[in-house]
């Protein structure tokens, strides 16, 4: 009867792991510790241009629990901010050391759009990773560590001396949905299913 | 038969869309879902409960004086903590920008004859409750010599408000208006760039406005030409503080030119004179009681010219002005000998006839002999209409060459048009200026077509005129200009603030109010004159309306306001003149009519492919040009801004001041206004249609959208008691909010 009631309390064991391990853990919400952005230069297009390259405005650190993976992300943020509602031409990216501009992420490209000539900015926008997307990150993402940032668009309409153009950014915030690997939950499950066995052939 | 019923089903099936897509967008249908409350504000300046609920208003002597320690003590202008909330006053004309709860404010603060200054703060549940974060630009540091702190007591309170903005491609840009003597409605808006950080949300400006400077402690040299007359081809300066050579001269007025006359002329002789003009930025020259505006001496830059029959053809009688000039070669020049003087600046009024040529651009020397162009070109307005003390500040240029320098000299000369679309096209070489001998184009008339687009200098009437001119700069080596020194807008016609931004246009194009003062008596707007203000007895004789500009760099504006024709005559038929329509006749004389819209409204793109426009008016139950009779609502033509169609108009608004029973002035029959429940009362418990802290004025509305039927509405209202005599000082200019919804279209 021992034997019994050990090989259920394993198996038990088991039904109540898989009855209460979640299929998706939730996300993970990160944001930036600088909160909003504005560039520290402005540039008129005129006499002053702003650099070639990527600007980074912050860095998500975190880490994926372990046995869990990465399912998805979503980024979320703001075209201005609470200084500023609208921003100068600018592209958006998450990457990483190497290739700053992995994934682009938002992008004001338009002199009539909200972005640029809104009146009653911020604009929010926000962006689901594809799985694409996922894959040219996941280096990164393995490492913890995604880079917000930037660059400049060449704004060749409006151009005026002296009239200095800011990017302003508001506070983005990363979502990364998280679920357990799938080989964990079946490693677990063997793992149970042949302790139970082992009891049994052991009784016999 | 069934077949025919088919077929009719069948038919209606396929054209209903067509037939039900025909009718016309139904317009907003607003109600109120809150009752209009008092804002508040936490930290800043004094405001009105601090000293009290006497209505002396105890801004000298209530329990928190506006100075610490205040009454005869005097002190310090109070600043409070964020911890010390407040009721939102004494603020107006509010301008709010963002969506949502959480949303930034620029205000108007305006103790009574005391102070006035422009003020942000920010609020996260859409403009109920407020956080201080700046002032800037106050008109002066003093604190009142009593709770009214008249005028005759050295009180003052005019200084720079009416603020409004425009946020563009990461640039933010802030206007306000001028309000001291002569220059209130007469000069251009005066342009401030803003670069926001933080809690300094009007940074870099100073807490001091320049206007708190004396206007004429540091000239130089200037001319007013108040005095003289007749031909004046090298004007006397009438003021001159320098130790060298002061001088004015006209520049190509005599010349070999051929003009466009029947037979031609050609030639001409220089006869530069001066002559009365209207509303430069001349304090003197206004009639008494205010009766008409301003119209005193301007030099006038123009050939001979003479008039009719003995002008065509006649050697030497040519206008001046000619298209075969080439740039940079006519205009005016002032010389002035800088030495022993810093911190250089040059102010000018200038004036252009409606074909007088439309660009002028400044030059100087620092050699007597080489001339390099200053600042952007200037744009005139649109023809017979000063631009007022347009203004080249050389040190905050970085030009230090013009100081203590003899060869100083500043030209004011014509250039071609570079929005003139056409033949010969506009291009400067590479490498050069407006003024360089390869650049193309044309010079253009101050007065556009009726499409809004330049046309070519007639060549053979226009001039210019100039007043106010003035060289400034300190005899010691100290800068008497704040950081911020006065640049004007020019291109607005007496401009008395924004009404309204379009969102997503470049060029930028805004709604704008122009008031010209004691206009009723000037054509072309002789309109019929109100009786006296009920319940105040007030005459008001000002001319406003509605315009549509346009700008490309913040500064100088187009006006492309179309020509439209107020409805009541006096007598005679009324002569077009630029206005939007729709919205007010300035002609009307009806309490049911809007004779007046004042500054800071909001526009809102709409589902149903109008625009539409919150506002405040007034008419002649007021006797106020300043508008503040009920908040309305009017929605354009689809995109047509300059086409409306009042909603909520002063009958049935969004917002009133009480209730005023009076026999109509157009149609001799008894009225009461509002005749309807204004919509905020639908809600609130309105007494005479109204609540107390805006039963006397009610403007400035600013409608935050916070859903897609939804917005909260902030505003600015005056008690009645403000308005009586005596005065009550306890409550005035307070900040309040409600919130409205729509459910008949989407709004962005």
């Excluded at chain 2, 040299?221 to 004015?248: C, D």
């Excluded at chain 2, 080489?370 to 000063?386: A, D, E, R």
């Excluded at chain 2, 689809?638 to 917002?655: C, F, M, Y």
């Excluded at chain 2, 859903?707 to 209202?717: K, M, R, W, Y």
Aim: hydrophobic fraction near 35%; charged fraction near 10%; aromatic fraction near 10%.
């Amino acid at each position: 009867m021992a034997k019994l009631t050990l090989t259920a309390a394993i198996l038990s064991l088991g039904a109540a792991f898989i009855l209460t391990t979640p299929a998706d853990a939730g996300p993970i919400n990160l944001t930036l510790p600088g909160g909003y952005y504005d560039s520290p230069s402005g540039y008129d297009f005129v006499s002053t241009f702003p650099p070639a390259g990527s600007t980074t405005i912050g860095t998500f650190t975190f880490s994926i629990p372990a046995g869990e993976l990465v399912t998805g992300m979503t980024i979320s943020g703001s075209f201005g901010n609470g200084d500023n509602g609208t921003t100068a031409l600018s592209d958006y990216y998450l990457g990483y050391s190497g290739n700053e501009t992995a994934v682009e992420v938002a992008g004001c490209d338009n002199i009539a759009a909200d972005c640029y000539s809104g009146q009653n900015g911020p604009y929010s926008w926000a962006y689901t990773l594809t799985s694409a997307d996922l894959s040219t990150l996941a280096s990164a993402i393995a490492g913890g560590s995604l880079d917000f940032t930037y660059t400049w668009d060449n704004n060749t309409v409006v151009q005026i001396p002296g009239d200095l153009q800011y990017v302003y950014a508001g506070d983005p915030t990363l979502a990364i949905q998280v679920s357990p690997e799938p080989a964990s939950v079946f490693m677990c499950l063997g793992g149970l299913a042949g302790l139970a066995a082992l009891r049994r052939f052991r009784r016999v | 038969m069934k077949k025919i019923e088919l077929a009719i089903c069948a038919f209606a099936v396929l054209f209903a869309p067509a037939f039900v897509g025909t009718s016309a967008a139904q317009s907003a249908t607003w109600t109120a879902t809150s009752s209009p409350v008092q804002a508040t504000i936490a930290g800043g300046p004094w405001t009105l409960s601090q000293g009290g609920s006497a209505t002396t208003g105890g801004a000298y002597d209530g329990p928190t004086p506006y100075c610490t320690p205040g009454n005869s003590a005097g002190g310090t202008a109070l600043v409070n903590p964020t911890s010390t909330v407040n009721t939102f006053n004494p603020f107006y004309f509010p301008f709010v920008v963002g969506s949502g709860l959480s949303v930034k404010g620029y205000f108007d603060y305006r103790p009574k004859n005391i102070n006035e200054a422009v003020v942000a703060a920010t609020s996260n549940d859409a403009g109920k409750t407020w956080t201080f974060q700046q002032m800037v630009e106050q008109l002066t540091t003093e604190c009142p010599s009593g709770d009214s702190n008249t005028a005759s007591s050295g009180g003052n309170d005019d200084g720079e408000g009416h603020p409004s903005i425009i946020s563009f491609g990461g640039t933010t840009w802030l206007y306000t208006l001028n309000r001291s003597t002569p220059h209130v409605d007469s000069d251009g808006l005066i342009v401030h760039s803003i670069l926001p950080r933080g809690v300094n949300a009007l940074n870099p400006l100073p807490l001091n406005s320049p206007l708190m400077q004396p206007p004429t402690a540091n000239i130089i040299a200037g001319w007013n030409f108040n005095g003289v007359t007749g031909t004046q081809l090298t004007p006397a300066p009438s003021t001159n503080h320098s130790s060298g050579t002061v001088a004015a001269k006209s520049l190509g007025m005599t010349n070999g030119y051929t003009y466009s006359t029947t037979p031609a002329t050609i030639g001409s002789v220089d006869g530069s004179n001066v002559t009365k003009t209207t509303l430069s930025s001349d304090p003197s020259g206004t009639a008494a009681h205010n009766i008409g505006p301003n119209n005193n001496e301007a030099w006038r830059v123009v050939g001979v010219g003479l008039t009719g029959s003995q002008a065509t053809g006649t050697a030497g009688t040519g206008n001046g002005w000619n298209l075969s000039a080439p740039p940079c070669t006519q205009g005016a020049e002032f010389d002035v000998d800088t030495t022993g003087y810093h911190y250089i600046v040059f102010q000018y009024d200038w004036y252009t006839t409606a074909q007088g040529v439309r660009d002028l651009q400044a030059l100087y020397t620092t050699d007597g002999s080489t001339w390099t162009p200053v600042g952007p070109i200037q744009v005139s307005g649109g023809g017979t209409t000063f631009n007022n003390q347009i203004t080249i500040n050389f040190h905050a240029l970085g030009i230090t060459g013009v100081e203590n320098n003899s060869h100083f000299g500043v030209r004011l000369v014509s250039v071609y048009d570079p929005d003139f679309i056409g033949s010969p096209a506009y291009s400067i070489p590479s490498g050069g200026t407006v003024c360089s001998a390869g650049a193309t184009g044309i010079y253009t008339a101050a007065s556009l077509a009726t499409n809004d687009q330049p046309v070519v200098y007639n060549n053979n009437s226009g001039n210019w005129r100039f007043d106010e001119v003035n060289v400034l700069g300190t005899a010691g080596n100290t800068n008497p200009i704040t950081s911020d020194p006065i640049v004007n807008t020019t291109g607005l016609v007496n401009p008395d603030g924004l009404l309204a931004v379009v969102p997503n246009t470049y060029p930028i194009q805004v709604l704008y109010i122009s008031k010209t003062l004691n206009a009723d008596y000037v054509p072309p707007t002789v309109y019929p004159a109100c009786p006296a203000s009920i319940p105040n007895g007030n005459f008001n004789d000002d001319v406003e309306v509605v315009r549509i500009a346009t700008t490309t760099n913040f500064i100088n504006f187009a006006d492309i306001t179309p020509f439209n024709t107020p409805q009541f005559p006096s007598p005679g038929a009324n002569t077009p003149i630029q206005m939007v329509n729709g919205l007010s006749d300035p002609s009307t004389t009806s309490y049911s009519g809007i004779r007046w819209i004042s500054g800071n409204g909001t526009l809102i793109k709409l589902s149903n492919g109008n625009w539409g426009l919150f506002f405040g008016g007034g008419n002649c139950l007021d006797g106020d040009s300043d508008a503040f009779h009920a908040i309305m609502y009017a929605e354009s033509n689809g995109s047509d801004l300059t086409n409306w169609t009042v909603i909520n108009g002063i009958n049935n608004p969004i917002a009133s001041i009480a209730t005023v029973t009076g026999t109509d002035p157009q149609t001799s029959q008894s009225v009461t206004i509002p005749s309807s429940t204004p919509v905020v009362c639908q809600v609130a418990s309105c007494t005479s249609n109204t609540l107390p802290w805006f039963s006397g004025r009610v403007y400035a509305p600013q409608a935050i959208v916070t859903g897609t039927g939804a917005v909260s509405l902030v505003f600015a209202g005056y008690d009645a008691g403000f308005q009586a005599s005596p005065r009550d000082y306890s409550s005035y200019r307070n900040i309040g909010q409600v919130n409205l919804s729509v459910g008949n279209v989407t709004l962005p």
